[in-house]
């Protein structure tokens, strides 16, 4: 396959995506499109607000735990880590491995992900550093050398397995389990529940970065198909839905408005949506994990955890699983 075929491939199954997404109930757009360069920024500012405690109290937590990790784990690993993003805490761990053999960090900002292997390269020259730009939540091959002597440890850090509805978050796991064989292990953060007003905040801060995150999906989306939506014409919000315990993060509509995408792609017709004044685009869920959750989560996917810790105010759950 040329490379021009492969990016209309590529074009077309987002094409095909947003439109599904668009024209369900409720309307949605993936959460990848919110991750262009602009988005990565904008995500790295959010982890710096005072509003947002899953970062700095994951960090916190893998500060006092890493050491235990590193023992757990053996020496010579492989490491494998989904979402890195700017890596600080893929740092903290390589750091608390014995002489770690590999490390392939994977996400889908390629520009971050490339900066942030340089970086890896500089400090562990003896190390092997694979950075796959790659979309995740879609079929991807992970390179052999992963299979290879040494544990290889999966790092899913972030709650982001919370970004996945549960059927998938099941999916995703038993799907790493099967890349790593019997003997890999994984290393999850996962957000708990709690007060309605500390969650809310968090993805509604006072500075409007997360507003100005959300409506990027947006930007991202005329970039990529074509699109004229008016990322202004849209309010961000972030409520609680305690039933289905998760966040769901969405755009509503100010106005009555008409938005056209119109990709580059032969024999495509152009695809145009009329929203209503107040209709929402679910643009992102965050679900929220209790002890009971997490666990039935992690076993209906073929993993067993072996240790857990929490911060102080149990706002955050830090896990080390095995198979079986």
Same mark, same amino acid.
């Given at each position: 396959?040329?490379?021009?075929?492969?990016?209309?491939?590529?074009?077309?199954?987002?094409?095909?995506?947003?439109?599904?997404?668009?024209?369900?109930?409720?309307?949605?757009?993936?959460?990848?499109?919110?991750?262009?360069?602009?988005?990565?920024?904008?995500?790295?500012?959010?982890?710096?607000?005072?509003?947002?405690?899953?970062?700095?109290?994951?960090?916190?937590?893998?500060?006092?735990?890493?050491?235990?990790?590193?023992?757990?784990?053996?020496?010579?690993?492989?490491?494998?880590?989904?979402?890195?993003?700017?890596?600080?805490?893929?740092?903290?761990?390589?750091? &608390?491995? =014995?002489?770690? +053999?590999?490390?392939?960090?994977?996400?889908?900002?390629?520009?971050? %992900?490339?900066?942030? $292997? !340089? @970086?890896?390269?500089?400090?562990?020259?003896?190390?092997?550093?694979?950075?796959?730009?790659?979309?995740?939540?879609?079929?991807?091959?992970?390179?052999?050398?992963?299979?290879?002597?040494?544990?290889?440890?999966?790092?899913?850090?972030?709650?982001?397995?919370?970004?996945?509805?549960?059927?998938? &978050?099941? =999916?995703?796991? +038993?799907?790493?389990?099967?890349?790593?064989?019997?003997?890999?292990? %994984?290393?999850?953060? $996962? !957000? @708990?529940?709690?007060?309605?007003?500390?969650?809310?905040?968090?993805?509604?801060?006072?500075?409007?970065?997360?507003?100005?995150?959300?409506?990027?999906?947006?930007?991202?989306?005329?970039?990529?198909?074509?699109?004229?939506?008016?990322?202004?014409?849209?309010?961000?919000?972030?409520?609680?839905?305690?039933?289905?315990?998760?966040?769901?993060?969405?755009?509503?509509?100010?106005?009555?408005?008409?938005?056209?995408?119109?990709? !580059?792609?032969?024999?495509?017709?152009?695809?145009?949506?009329?929203?209503?004044?107040?209709?929402?685009?679910?643009?992102?869920?965050?679900?929220?994990?209790?002890?009971?959750?997490?666990?039935?989560?992690?076993?209906?996917?073929?993993?067993?955890?072996?240790?857990?810790?929490?911060?102080?105010?149990?706002?955050?759950?830090?896990?080390?699983?095995?198979?079986?």
């Amino acid at each position: 396959m040329n490379s021009e075929v492969a990016v209309d491939a590529r074009v077309r199954a987002l094409f095909d995506e947003v439109k599904d997404g668009l024209t369900g109930s409720p309307r949605s757009l993936p959460p990848k499109l919110f991750y262009d360069a602009r988005g990565a920024r904008l995500f790295e500012e959010i982890t710096r607000l005072p509003e947002y405690y899953p970062t700095r109290t994951e960090i916190g937590i893998l500060e006092r735990c890493l050491g235990e990790v590193g023992e757990l784990v053996g020496p010579g690993a492989r490491l494998v880590e989904f979402g890195s993003g700017s890596g600080e805490k893929t740092w903290k761990l390589l750091d &608390a491995l =014995e002489r770690p +053999a590999t490390c392939v960090p994977i996400d889908i900002s390629a520009e971050q %992900l490339f900066a942030f $292997a !340089d @970086r890896i390269r500089a400090a562990h020259p003896e190390m092997e550093v694979i950075p796959l730009a790659a979309d995740y939540t879609r079929p991807f091959r992970l390179p052999p050398s992963i299979r290879e002597e040494g544990t290889t440890l999966f790092f899913f850090p972030g709650s982001t397995v919370g970004n996945f509805e549960p059927e998938e &978050a099941r =999916e995703f796991l +038993a799907n790493m389990g099967q890349a790593g064989g019997p003997d890999c292990a %994984l290393l999850l953060g $996962a !957000d @708990r529940v709690k007060e309605r007003e500390v969650l809310e905040r968090a993805y509604d801060d006072a500075a409007g970065v997360t507003a100005a995150f959300n409506r990027n999906a947006l930007r991202n989306l005329n970039g990529l198909l074509g699109g004229d939506f008016d990322p202004e014409g849209f309010e961000h919000r972030a409520p609680w839905v305690p039933e289905a315990s998760r966040i769901e993060m969405r755009l509503v509509s100010r106005r009555e408005q008409v938005a056209t995408l119109a990709p !580059d792609l032969p024999d495509t017709e152009p695809f145009r949506i009329r929203l209503a004044e107040g209709e929402a685009i679910v643009t992102e869920h965050s679900y929220k994990f209790t002890d009971e959750r997490i666990d039935a989560l992690c076993r209906a996917a073929g993993w067993r955890i072996v240790r857990s810790w929490t911060d102080e105010r149990d706002w955050f759950g830090v896990h080390y699983l095995v198979r079986g």
